[in-house]
């Protein structure tokens, strides 16, 4: 089973950058799309961006459209999230996972999911 350790979150300020990291094992993780998505007290799971196999294909929320970037290293078995210009509507647990490569790429595969990374914004 797949294993997705997600690490980087923090409490930040509105303005500030984050840099969340998502270590994947027990698949073949280049062969995946993947995507990050969060979840806000209250709220349902959301999909926030992903990425195809070779980091050619990004997938954006407007929300977050501009400020935040998603990379991948395949030979690490990672898959980044750089978030600057942070807001307090940002704030949420923020998990990874497998998505399917169809679409606007905000499916997940399966319903397991990681501990995911706290990342709160004040203002």
């Known amino acids: 089973q797949v294993q997705l350790v997600e690490s980087g979150g923090g409490l930040v300020q509105a303005g500030g950058s984050l840099r969340l990291s998502c270590a994947a094992s027990?698949?073949?993780?280049?062969?995946?799309?993947m995507g990050w998505f969060r979840q806000a007290p209250g709220k349902e799971r959301e999909f926030v961006a992903a990425?195809?196999?070779?980091?050619?294909?990004?997938y954006y929320v407007d929300s977050v459209k501009g400020r935040f970037t998603i990379s991948r290293d395949n030979a690490k078995n990672t898959v980044y999230l750089q978030m600057n210009s942070l807001k307090p509507e940002d704030t949420a647990v923020y998990y990874c996972?497998?998505?399917?490569?169809?679409?606007?790429?905000?499916?997940?595969?399966?319903?397991?999911w990681g501990q995911g990374t706290q990342v709160t914004v004040s203002s």
């Open positions: 027990g698949r073949s993780f280049s062969n995946y799309a």
């Open positions: 996972n497998a998505v399917y490569s169809r679409g606007s790429y905000s499916t997940p595969i399966g319903d397991y």
């Open positions: 990425i195809n196999w070779s980091g050619g294909r990004l």
